[in-house]
Each structure stands twice: as C-alpha cells, then as structure tokens.
C-alpha cells in the first residue's frame, strides 16, 4: 500500500491529551505496509507543553498563530505533500485499524471524503456518557452516503481541500459541516464509516459543555443562511434544530410569570413541550446506554437553552454585518 497520506492534528494547550493521540497516530505510522506517512502537529498558540510533547516524540511541528482550528487546519494542508489528509483531534486516540477503514473508500471516483465515529473509555463520568450516547445514536442512523462528516476523524482528497481554499477561517464552531456542505455543493461525494474509531475525552465538566453548545448555537447562524436548505443533515434532523427556538420562547415567556396564576400557563406548556423533544433520543439511548440515559432529558433541554442564547447573539451579530458572523467577504 503507498504511504499517501499526510494526518494533521490541531492543537492548542491540549498536553493533557496529546500525549495519547500521538502515541497512537506513530503506532500506525510505523506499522509495516501503513499508508500513514507523516504526522503534523499544528500549535495554535499554546501556553502549556502541547509542543515539547510533540518535539519529544519527533513529530514535526507547525504553527497557526491562534486564529481557531480552521486555521492549524489549513496550515496542515499547506503543508502536506500526500495526496490524501487525515484529521484526528488532540484529545482523540485512533484506533490501529482507524485509518485502514476509511483509506478504501478514497479509491472510488468521486468520493472526496470519508470519516469514522467515536469510541470512550470505560471509566468515563456520566455527563461524557450521556455526550457519548447521543453522537453513537445519531451515528448508528447514518447512511455510508452522507453529506456531513466532523473533523475528529476525517480523511480528504488534498486536491478537493486546496479547490475550496481548505476551511473557512471565520468559522471558530461548525466549520466541518461548512466544509462538508461546500464539498457536497460541488459536486462530490462523502461516506461514513462507523468501523473507524478513536477515543474520545468528551467535556467532563457541565460548565464547559454548556460554553461549547452556545459557540455551536452562535455558528449555527452562518451554516444555515449560507448554505440554504441544508438545516437538516445526515447528522441532525429538524427537531434538532427547532429546540433553541422553542427554548428561546420558554425565555420570552418569563416576565409573564409576573401574571401568576394564568401568567404561568404559557411557560410551563412550552417547558414541557421542550422536554418532551428530548424523548426520542432519550429512549434510543436508554436502549444503547441503560437507564442511566434518562438524564439526558433535563440535559438536553438546558443544551436547547445555551444554543438559543448563541443563536441570538449570532443573529445581532449577522444582522449588524460585525466580527467574524459578517459574511464571507465583508470586512470584519
């Protein structure tokens, strides 16, 4: 098999899990007969040991200058000279045979990608669960012909990625659907393979989740109004995207709290409808993860809050045409 492919991993102050992530991508790199061969490691302006854990492990080291991850990305692009980049995440160990499931589907004409799914540890703490369940479900329901594939563990045609200037730096959340959607847009193909696997730290803090799903909410703005009718993918559906406008009316809703007793009625109805959009998933991971799972109700409906309140902000920002919500080519 040649060694065609190049894998780009960005990073930033990400020693707590790089260690791992490489340790896995050299055990694949130097497997006999491996199509891995070189690793790039992108620093994205770190502050704590992301680039002596490179250095100490001989992997080369590249610099973004802090702009996101779209930007360590498209530097990793720059510099590959393989036909074929693989994307994995610093807090993300391959599995050995990650990259031997998802290399295949790269020699049928027309396929310009190809990405895998999640795997966790055994010792994981319930929030990272309830995170873990709900991606394994949706992935189950996912065809091999998609048309999104994330960034944790994708490989490209190099010749695709350069056509499309690689990712759209404004992106700093959701620039693998944007990517996705723009690779579909012209004219190529994407598949799906749940075979490839690599282990994934999921958020382990509430706090931290709930800040990344606002971002999410906030980039959720430029994805739908610039790729129109693309609201709904083989990832997500529309009840998925109807829940931060629901929860956005629980919000509006409050002040006739101030109306008690008959001012309360409209708040508790939409509560309990946003609740009850979380049962669907709620009962397939229950099925999957056990009756644990049935936190993710309460979960899933503060989630809908958080991206209401990004989605808003990112509205007010597109609307004022201001920061990196303004559309591509404005000055920002």
């Known amino acids: 098999m040649a060694a065609d492919v190049t894998v780009v991993v960005p990073a930033r102050d990400t020693a707590r899990t790089l260690g791992g992530c490489l340790d896995g991508l050299l055990a694949i790199r130097d497997r006999p007969g491996s199509s891995l061969s070189r690793i790039l490691l992108v620093d994205d302006g770190s502050r704590d040991d992301t680039v002596a854990i490179a250095e100490s492990r001989g992997v080369e080291v590249l610099a ?14 720059a510099a590959a000279g393989t036909s074929l980049v693989w994307f994995v995440d610093a807090d993300c160990v391959a599995a050995p045979d990650a ?73 700093m959340k959701g620039q693998d659907a944007d990517l996705a959607f723009r690779v ?12 490839s696997e690599v282990r994934h730290h999921h958020a382990d803090r509430l706090s931290r989740y709930l800040r990344v799903q606002r971002k999410q909410g906030y980039w959720r703005v430029a994805l739908h109004l610039e790729h129109a009718g693309r609201g709904g993918n083989s990832y997500s559906g529309p009840l998925d995207h109807l829940q931060p406008f629901v929860a956005a009316a629980v919000i509006g809703s409050l002040p006739l709290l101030a109306l008690w007793p ?35 109700v309460p979960l899933g409906a503060v989630r809908a809050v958080w991206r209401a309140v990004g989605l808003a902000h990112g509205v007010v920002d597109r609307v004022l045409r201001r920061g990196a919500m303004a559309p591509k080519g404005e000055d920002r």
């Open 64 to 77: 973004s200058g802090g702009r996101g991850a779209g930007a360590a990305r498209n530097v990793g692009i």
């Open 262 to 296: 008959w001012g309360g009625i409209a708040p508790a109805l939409l509560l309990v409808m946003l609740l009850l959009m979380q049962i669907p998933m709620t009962l397939a991971m229950i099925r999957r993860g056990g009756p644990s799972m049935v936190w993710f």
């Open 184 to 195: 579909i847009e012209h004219g190529h193909r994407l598949r799906f393979d749940r075979r």
């Open 99 to 171: 990259l031997d499931h998802l290399r295949p589907h790269l020699d049928e004409p027309g396929v310009a990608g190809a990405g895998g799914t999640y795997a966790i540890a055994p010792d994981a703490t319930l929030l990272e669960r309830l995170i873990h369940e709900e991606i394994k479900v949706r992935h189950d329901r996912m065809p091999e012909e998609v048309d999104f594939l994330a960034t944790f563990d994708v490989l490209y045609r190099l010749d695709v990625l350069r056509d499309l200037d690689g990712f759209d730096e404004r992106y």
